[in-house]
């Protein structure tokens, strides 16, 4: 009996599934060095970039290219971004004692 195997339910999936995959590719080291905030990160960006490219999506002339499009643009820069934010110094040093 062959197996049934697990995909993707429309368009939208497979390109998400794509550019998470394309960007973790990109972040190896990062993957390796801060495994737990790597995939923090990871997630809460794709909720946002996924977000951003549902609205884009809502014009009266998009599609799904228009969501898959403004998704693969957007999610590799926030979350280049939120690692570079980060590995900053700033990040790095304590949050100032309220009063």
Known sequence: MPQAKAEPTDARHLAMATVNAAVIK???QAMRDRPKWFWHLLKRCEAKAERIAAQAAQGQYACDAT???????????LFTQALERLDSPEA??????SN
């Open 92 to 97: 790095a040093r304590p949050l100032p004692k």
């Open 26 to 28: 990109m972040h190896e």
């Open 67 to 77: 969501f898959i499009e403004v998704y693969a643009t957007t999610l590799p820069t």
